[in-house]
């Protein structure tokens, strides 16, 4: 009991005082073997260590990670996000709608929050303030709606989620979709109900000759969704394949349709997303190895004879994971959040018969307000360091957002129906 | 410091090469399918070819992304702490990087050279299975050099993360 306490002191102490995550993922667990398995023999380490990463399914992650850098830099995301302007753009509080929709189309090709933060803040920021959106509430509105791209597929964290777990990640794209929708309107309504109360102008009406050009502009950047959502959906693709096919595709619309790609460019680009799945892949090599410990100690039997022991339901097992998953949020990042927690709390959730897809949302949801949770939440700092805007002024725009989230959550949570609903409906 | 400036060229190039190749190849093996067949089957290799380029793609990128300081963490307290308490905090924590790495790299190496030794291959590529293990050997190595790098005030990794201090 002493060296166990020693092992969560040292991984604190390693987080507090800012290791890199890695190192506060693997240190604690080369202690455990240590102390706890020192006759394991010593290579299961770098087995595990590689077993965290060598898996087909994980390859989209380096592919989509590539697909967007590819699209912020170049048109696709600039011309999706155009579209939606002159389709709502009309409507009272039309520039909110526009920055939701924008992200979510944005996200609907990238599958990364700060990345979306970064790529929105710039295009509608200006846009929002100019037709009368408060400063606090434009803020606010910006950073939340980039949540709605960890649910949106495709997204890195269901992927991640879905190799850890066995469950289908083609499942957990359809039923993302839903939730990352339910998320949308409700900020929807925020931005209607905040239009009204502070007198919002409208937009210009656009014409039908403007949306017509617009659609048109869109047209090669539509592909995008197209063939990552459809191929997925239609069984046409895996993931992955898809994923290598929305790289292919980026790499035509950007450099031979649009003509805006040099090969120096796709150099540096291509550079950015390596070392972007380099960061998420030491964690998940890590990760792999402390699952491995977390699974050996039996951590999971232990945390369903707790529970069964205080007489606890799954009602009040998903109040745990979701206060679990928003502390873990607060402070650190989205997948080491999800390598640390799931491990124990997935066997407890499928004990209780919670449903895969529904556990998976759960945490995302979770996970995605985590990032725009004070005191840490990253997107918090991409806006900050993209519009530069103190820090406190974003955080005091985003509580009405956390408190719209947390009510999501609570929907989210105890309606499963919600998340499993269009899977089923898809995929039988 | 000339010996650290075509190392890290090594790696991007390799790096950026390598990626393009898995998309190329990966992509090329869906659309063999397309054509079906016996042709398809005989792209049966391209899968775990890309898996092995992951590892590589992934290893010889962790160091870059070290000396950037883009790994995740939470650095707001660090400094503060150093500070406040007037402990050589990034020094330490560079130190118990490089333990923790050469440690891997020892592992890492054992293993290599014990799979080297059985001369193991692999299924469908065909290949020599001891590449898989030499990849996070090569990786620990390069991040131990850029935490001796940065311990010794060669390179400055911290730089990156200074501003996300508020």
């Known amino acids: ?428 | 410091m000339k010996a650290l400036a075509i190392i890290r060229t090594a790696e991007r190039v390799a790096a950026v090469s390598i990626f393009l190749v898995m998309v190329a190849l990966y992509f090329a093996n869906v659309l063999a399918r397309q054509v079906g067949g016996t042709f398809a089957s005989e792209f049966a290799w391209v899968e775990e070819a890309v898996r092995l380029m992951s590892l590589f793609l992934v290893f010889l990128t962790v160091g870059l992304a070290l000396e950037k300081g883009r790994h995740a963490g939470v650095h707001t307290w660090r400094d503060r702490i150093a500070r406040a308490t007037g402990l050589p905090l990034r020094k330490i924590v560079d130190a118990v990087g490089f333990v923790f790495c050469i440690y891997l790299v020892w592992l890492g190496y054992q293993m290599t050279a014990f799979v080297y030794g059985m001369g193991q291959k692999s299924p469908t590529l065909n290949i020599p299975v001891f590449w898989i293990y030499l990849a996070p050997t090569i990786g620990f190595a390069l991040m131990a050099l850029r935490f001796a790098l940065s311990f010794f005030g060669r390179i400055d990794r911290f730089a990156g993360q200074a501003s996300e201090e508020q």
């Open chain 1, 1 to 428: 009991m002493i060296l166990f306490a020693l092992v969560i002191i040292v991984a604190v102490l390693l987080l507090v005082l800012g290791f890199e995550m890695f190192l506060v993922l693997g240190v604690p667990a080369l202690m455990i073997k240590e102390f706890f398995y020192g006759n394991l023999p010593d290579p299961v380490v770098i087995q595990k260590v590689l077993g965290g990463i060598n898996h087909t399914t994980l390859l989209a992650i380096p592919f989509f990670i590539l697909a967007a850098e590819l699209m912020g830099e170049g048109q696709i995301a600039r011309r999706l996000t155009g579209l939606v302007k002159v389709l709502v753009g009309h409507l009272r509080g039309g520039m909110g709608y526009t920055t939701i929709g924008g992200s979510m189309a944005f996200g609907s090709v990238s599958g990364s929050a700060p990345a979306t933060v970064a790529a929105m803040a710039r295009m509608v920021y200006p846009e929002m303030r100019k037709v009368g959106f408060s400063d606090k509430f434009s803020l606010g509105l910006i950073v939340s709606s980039a949540e709605t791209a960890l649910l949106i597929p495709p997204s890195i964290t269901f992927i991640i989620y879905g190799w850890m777990t066995g469950t289908s990640v083609a499942k957990l794209f359809v039923g993302g979709l839903a939730v990352g929708l339910v998320l949308g309107l409700a900020f929807a309504i925020m931005a209607a109900i905040e239009a009204r109360r502070s007198g919002v102008e409208r937009g210009p009406r656009t014409s039908w000759r403007e949306r017509l050009v617009a659609i048109r502009e869109a047209g090669w950047a539509l592909g995008m969704p197209i063939i990552i959502l459809g191929g997925i959906y239609s069984g046409y693709f895996t993931p992955t394949e898809a994923a290598a096919a929305s790289v292919v595709y980026a790499i035509f619309v950007e450099g031979v349709i649009f003509r805006e790609l040099t090969l120096r460019k796709l150099f540096a680009v291509t550079e950015r997303a390596a070392i972007s799945t380099a960061i998420i892949f030491v964690l998940l090599a890590m990760g792999g190895l402390l699952s491995y410990f977390i699974t050996l100690a039996q951590v999971p039997s232990a945390i369903t004879a707790f529970l069964d022991a205080i007489h606890a339901g799954p009602i009040m097992f998903l109040l745990i994971v979701n206060i679990s998953f928003l502390i873990a949020g607060m402070f650190i990042d989205p997948n080491s959040a999800l390598l640390i927690l799931v491990p124990p709390l997935y066997p407890v959730a499928t004990a209780l018969g919670i449903d895969p897809v529904h556990f998976g949302m759960i945490v995302t949801l979770n996970i995605s307000i985590g990032m725009i949770t004070p005191p840490f939440g990253l997107d918090i700092f991409v806006a900050s360091s993209t519009l530069s805007k103190p820090v406190l002024t974003i955080i005091s725009g985003l509580w009405p957002f956390i408190i719209a989230n947390l009510i999501v959550l609570a929907i989210i949570t105890y309606v499963p129906d919600i998340s499993t609903f269009l899977p089923n409906l898809v995929f039988g």
